[in-house]
């Protein structure tokens, strides 16, 4: 790949954040179709993408220098991630599972303060108490709240930031691996969700032209260039920027349902994001 400035790096690595914020609201509009399915729906289309980029920059030769237990790693981190996302969103309110899900940023914050050369500090440790009391706000709200089925969905989301928190701070380990990489980690994960849609799952198409729109944004966006772009940010732009352009994602996913009318606008909501953006920066600056 040619040269890249840090700078132009890090802006690169600045549209994943914006296009996650995005995910929640897709995933919603996808309804009725079953995650599993969705996850192999998108993330063939990401890989697509993924593929025509890899094969117009020349990069497939590249791919037969990785080792497969990059695309093995990889391929867990992505499938395991979407797999307990898709199924929050199904299982609870998006915008109360959305900001839990969106702990990933406080996590992985901690849990690099805990890498060699790394230690956790006071801030981190406020930070932490900030965004987990955004948390419990949601699933602790009073009557007329969060119903008791929607519990194992909050759950799952709550798995999700920390399957993705774990899978960006051991991905350290493979900085000099080639971002034409995704590719192969988005066609395993298509594949992997496919055979788990025919074993668990009932096949459900979208009943109408909006439920195919959010697939195919999903896939071209949140499920697949914001990848690339991450992939190229954190390799070769400023980790720390990018690490506090993160914190955004929650309040950024919570206002994107209430503008698009999925969401009530709720001032629980509103604070609950606004802690949990605002503990995760408190323990970035911590690290920084």
Same mark, same amino acid.
Request: glycine share 12%; aromatic share 10%; with cysteine.
């Given at each position: 790949?040619?040269?890249?400035?840090?700078?132009?790096?890090?802006? =690169?690595?600045?549209?994943?954040?914006?296009?996650?914020?995005?995910?929640? &609201?897709?995933?919603?509009?996808?309804?009725?179709?079953?995650?599993?399915?969705?996850?192999?729906?998108?993330?063939?289309?990401?890989?697509?993408?993924? #593929?025509?980029?890899?094969?117009?920059?020349?990069?497939?030769? =590249?791919?037969?220098?990785?080792?497969?237990?990059?695309?093995?790693?990889?391929?867990?981190? &992505?499938?395991?991630?979407?797999?307990?996302?898709?199924?929050?969103? !199904?299982?609870?309110?998006?915008?109360?599972?959305?900001?839990?899900?969106?702990?990933?940023?406080?996590?992985?914050?901690?849990?690099?303060? #805990?890498?060699?050369?790394?230690?956790?500090?006071p801030l981190h440790v406020a930070g932490a108490l900030l965004a987990f009391g955004g948390a419990a706000l949601i699933v602790l709200r009073g009557a007329g709240g969060i119903s008791g089925e929607a519990v194992p969905?909050?759950?799952?989301?709550?798995?999700?930031?920390?399957?993705?928190?774990?899978?960006?701070?051991?991905? !350290?380990?493979?900085?000099?691996?080639?971002?034409?990489?995704?590719?192969?980690?988005?066609?395993?994960?298509?594949?992997?969700?496919?055979?788990?849609?025919?074993?668990?799952?009932?096949t459900v198409w979208p009943t109408t032209a909006a439920g195919w729109l959010s697939i195919l944004a999903l896939g071209l966006g949140p499920v697949g260039l914001a990848f690339y772009t991450w992939d190229i940010g954190?390799? !070769?732009?400023?980790?720390? #920027?990018?690490?506090?352009?993160?914190?955004?994602?929650? &309040?950024?996913?919570?206002?994107?349902?209430?503008?698009?009318?999925?969401?009530?606008?709720?001032?629980?909501? #509103?604070?609950?994001?606004?802690?949990?953006?605002?503990?995760?920066?408190?323990?970035?600056?911590?690290?920084?």
């Amino acid at each position: 790949m040619p040269a890249m400035s840090q700078r132009n790096a890090t802006l =690169v690595g600045f549209t994943a954040v914006l296009l996650w914020s995005l995910l929640a &609201l897709f995933t919603v509009g996808s309804a009725p179709v079953p995650p599993f399915q969705l996850a192999a729906l998108t993330f063939a289309v990401g890989g697509t993408l993924g #593929l025509i980029w890899t094969i117009a920059t020349r990069q497939g030769a =590249v791919l037969r220098t990785v080792g497969w237990q990059v695309f093995v790693f990889g391929t867990a981190g &992505l499938f395991g991630y979407h797999a307990l996302y898709f199924s929050a969103l !199904r299982l609870a309110p998006a915008a109360e599972a959305g900001l839990i899900s969106y702990l990933w940023p406080l996590f992985i914050v901690l849990m690099s303060g #805990l890498l060699p050369g790394e230690r956790l500090k006071p801030l981190h440790v406020a930070g932490a108490l900030l965004a987990f009391g955004g948390a419990a706000l949601i699933v602790l709200r009073g009557a007329g709240g969060i119903s008791g089925e929607a519990v194992p969905g909050l759950g799952l989301a709550f798995l999700c930031a920390l399957t993705w928190s774990t899978y960006s701070v051991v991905s !350290r380990r493979f900085g000099d691996v080639p971002t034409a990489s995704v590719t192969i980690f988005c066609l395993a994960t298509a594949a992997l969700s496919a055979l788990a849609h025919l074993v668990f799952e009932q096949t459900v198409w979208p009943t109408t032209a909006a439920g195919w729109l959010s697939i195919l944004a999903l896939g071209l966006g949140p499920v697949g260039l914001a990848f690339y772009t991450w992939d190229i940010g954190v390799k !070769r732009g400023n980790i720390q #920027l990018l690490g506090v352009a993160s914190y955004a994602a929650p &309040l950024l996913s919570t206002l994107a349902l209430v503008a698009a009318g999925v969401t009530e606008p709720s001032t629980i909501l #509103l604070i609950s994001a606004a802690l949990i953006a605002a503990g995760a920066a408190l323990a970035a600056r911590a690290s920084a």
